[in-house]
């Protein structure tokens, strides 16, 4: 709602207040720390402040503003970002900033979330409706039938019609090249279309309303679906904690972790898990690791940590295959360390949707205990 | 029962930790003497809180990654008198707002109360979505525990992290697991207030707008996670 509201203000605030302004841009410029692809449409927001103010005088307060929040606040954040990370960047911008190695990390990483998607129905009508796995079962994760509004338009009304236009054009054409076709990553353009409809003369406005309202009813009961998951796993769980098992994705799996590990330990894992009382240590970076030096950097990784136990989903340790997105094959230097199997369990899946759906689907962990002393090469 | 009185407790906490930062924008709001609509200007004095917080964190873990683990404990005693003693200072105001706001404004729309009131309801829950699990509300659990997330080869979706995960160390000393999507409920609710205050003389098409957004079907996964998503778009 940040950038959507500073987009607001940009269009219907006529009067121009320092102070207002330096609140206004600070926030702009904060929301690319928080979740970096919000740096696009930063960017064009940016543009159309700078286009309703074209004032000189303007022009350089605002700029003193922005070297103000870069100095004391961007450039610590990327600071920090460095220190942990590498990078003060996300990984759709490493790939390109990354110039010695044509394959590395970033890029695979950065690759695997723009083609995340969890749809069968292709761009861009995808955006509208889920169908995937020959279900519907996902169907609210789509922006609906709201964009139908746009044919009983009678007469635009809006003075930043161009403006509007321009901002949807250009964000579109940017999250269609860097960023994930789903959903989530259109709700802030389809957000600022809406803004046509706000100001708009409506044909049969009474008729839309119904039909918009069909898709509210629906949007309300999967709210009515969610709200029981919350409800029972927080506050009517029973000592066995049979909600959460039930609901919430791997607790059950962690909980008889924490029992057999104990806490404060390094263990290895396919993913790791907020309800987990150890280090986890994931081995899903082999899907995205590309070359030799990463792989060194990751075995590395394990030996300086004192890692303790493995964790093999559904197979046992030997019979792992692990394969980056390229196709190339790793080999498994898991097995050679732990080599002592302590024991095997299982599960039913969690899932949020089981309130509604049946899920039936098993999961069978085994366990490992590292040999001590043994080095990952 | 004492997991369950546990949870309650820390559902309270997140609750009296909103108001605080509400009470916080709102007397920020007052002492520059701004003009542009309360409500909108609450949910950006909130970021900027946010952020500035999580700022703060950040330039502590690049100096000392223990410091949260070491000092969590002394950090939870004196929140939670400051956000306490906020509480009792601002509750006759309290009182007299929540009479006003309800008779002006909430239930004369039934459906945008409807679905606030659910929002609210999903919003009290500890955290269930795989994201959060994964990675949003697991980095801060990692701090916590005195860990060293110090690169990636752990959990590469902490490459995807941002300023809102470091500051969610904050609600998690205090045992809160929700509050971003307590955040998100917020943020809604005076969205709709600014909407209403802002665009309600002229002829716009109020009803509608709200009805095609509180209606997208995606909203219910970006509202109800504890992600920041819907806070920034």
């Known amino acids: ?377 | 029962m004492i997991d369950n009185l546990n949870i309650l407790l820390s559902t309270i906490n997140s609750l009296v930790l909103l108001y605080f930062l509400h009470s916080s924008a709102k007397l920020v709001i007052g002492s520059l003497k701004l003009t542009f609509s309360k409500s909108f200007l609450n949910i950006f004095f909130i970021f900027i809180f946010i952020s500035f917080l999580s700022l703060i964190f950040q330039i502590i873990l690049v100096f000392d990654y223990k410091f949260f683990f070491k000092q969590k404990e002394n950090i939870k005693i004196l929140s939670l008198i400051i956000i306490y003693l906020n509480l009792i200072y601002c509750i006759p105001n309290i009182c007299q707002n929540i009479k006003k706001k309800i008779t002006n404004f909430s239930f004369n729309k039934i459906w945008i109360t409807t679905f606030l009131i659910l929002v609210f309801v999903c919003s009290l829950g500890i955290v269930n979505d795989a994201d959060s699990l994964i990675y949003h509300s697991k980095i801060s659990k990692v701090v916590l525990a005195g860990f060293p997330v110090n690169y990636f080869y752990d959990n590469p979706h902490y490459l995807l992290i941002g300023t809102y995960e470091i500051f969610n160390i904050f609600p998690e000393i205090l045992n809160i697991s929700n509050f971003n999507a307590l955040l998100n409920f917020y943020v809604l609710l005076f969205f709709i207030k600014f909407i209403y205050e802002k665009f309600s003389e002229r002829n716009y098409n109020l009803d509608l707008f709200l009805l095609l957004l509180i209606s997208t079907p995606v909203i219910t996964i970006l509202i109800t996670p504890q992600k920041s998503f819907f806070f920034l778009c």
């Not at chain 1, 692809?37 to 922005?66: D, V």
């Not at chain 1, 994930?180 to 353009?189: A, D, E, G, I, K």
């Not at chain 1, 389809?190 to 009813?217: D, G, V």
């Not at chain 1, 962690?254 to 240590?281: A, L, M, R, T, W």
């Open chain 1, 1 to 377: 709602m940040i950038q959507f509201l500073t987009f607001i203000y940009i269009l219907y605030n006529e009067s121009f207040s320092k102070k207002e302004y330096s609140i206004i841009i600070t926030a702009l410029v904060f929301t690319i720390t928080f979740k970096l692809n919000f740096i696009l449409s930063a960017i064009l927001i940016f543009i159309t402040l700078l286009y309703k103010n074209k004032n000189f005088k303007h022009l350089i307060f605002i700029f003193k503003i922005c070297l103000i929040i870069f100095l004391f606040f961007l450039l610590p954040h990327f600071v920090f970002k460095t220190f942990y990370f590498d990078s003060p960047f996300p990984p759709f911008l490493n790939q390109f900033l990354d110039f010695g190695t044509s394959e590395n990390l970033y890029h695979s990483f950065s690759n695997e979330l723009k083609d995340w998607k969890k749809n069968s129905i292709p761009f861009p009508l995808g955006l509208f409706i889920n169908y995937f796995n020959g279900s519907f079962s996902s169907v609210h994760n789509s922006l609906g039938i709201g964009i139908l509004s746009f044919i009983f338009i009678k007469k635009i009304n809006t003075n930043n019609f161009k403006i509007i236009v321009f901002f949807l054009i250009g964000i579109i054409s940017l999250n269609f090249l860097f960023v994930q076709q789903t959903p989530r990553f259109y709700f802030l353009p389809y957000l600022i279309s809406l803004l046509i409809i706000f100001e708009a003369k409506i044909k049969n406005q009474s008729f839309l309303k119904k039909i918009i309202f069909i898709q509210y009813i629906f949007t309300l009961l999967s709210m009515l679906i969610l709200a029981p998951v919350s409800i029972s796993t927080s506050f009517l769980d029973n000592k066995m904690n049979n909600y959460k098992k039930e609901f919430i994705f791997r607790y059950e799996a962690f909980q008889k972790i924490n029992e057999i590990v104990g806490e404060d330990q390094f263990i290895i894992v396919d993913v790791p898990n907020y309800y987990s009382k150890n280090f986890e240590i994931s081995t899903m970076i082999l899907e995205y690791i590309s070359n030799e030096q990463e792989l060194k950097n990751y075995k590395n990784y394990l030996n300086q940590n004192d890692v303790s136990y493995f964790f093999s989903v559904n197979n046992p340790i030997e019979k792992n295959i692990y394969i980056n997105r390229n196709g190339i094959k790793f080999d498994n230097f898991f097995s050679k360390c732990f080599e002592e199997f302590i024991e095997k369990f299982s599960f039913e899946a969690a899932n949020r949707k089981k309130i509604l759906f049946n899920f039936n689907k098993k999961i069978t962990y085994y366990v490992y205990k590292k040999t001590k002393g043994c080095k990952f090469d």
